[in-house]
Nanobody
Framework: QVQLVESGGGLVQPGGSLTLSCAAS????????IGWFRQAAGKERELVAVITGGMTNYLASVKGRFTISRDNAKNTVYLQMNSLKVEDTAEYYCNAEWEGNYGPLGSWGQGTQVTVSS
């Protein structure tokens, strides 16, 4: 099992920035992927950014504004969010996947709220 603890959410004005952190309970190198999802009120959860196989992928609407990065020494993944828009308001969740003895496994963090409002 992998425990994920998110932090860094909050209230920010449109155009502002926030950085989310996700601390994992084990080495990031042991994971097949780690990334961020979000879920806005009344909407389905969607993938925002992910690191998998050494590559990064982003939701089209956040490309150029959000950056996912990792610090292996701290077992932590970050999501730097710039030029935030009202539509970025959501609960943000960290997700990790790894290979278990009998197949792929996954884990979610508890979520952190990001609210973009003037």
């Amino acid at each position: 099992q992998v425990q994920l603890v998110e932090s860094g959410g909050g209230l920010v004005q449109p155009g502002g920035s926030l950085t989310l952190s996700c601390a994992a309970s084990r080495s990031l190198d042991s994971l097949t992927s780690i990334g961020w999802f979000r879920q806005a009120a009344g909407k389905e959860r969607e993938l925002v950014a992910v690191i998998t196989g050494g590559m990064t992928n982003y939701l089209a609407s956040v490309k150029g504004r959000f950056t996912i990065s990792r610090d292996n020494a701290k077992n932590t993944v970050y999501l730097q969010m710039n030029s935030l828009k009202v539509e970025d308001t959501a609960e943000y969740y960290c997700n990790a996947e790894w290979e278990g003895n009998y197949g792929p496994l996954g884990s979610w963090g508890q979520g952190t709220q990001v609210t973009v409002s003037s």
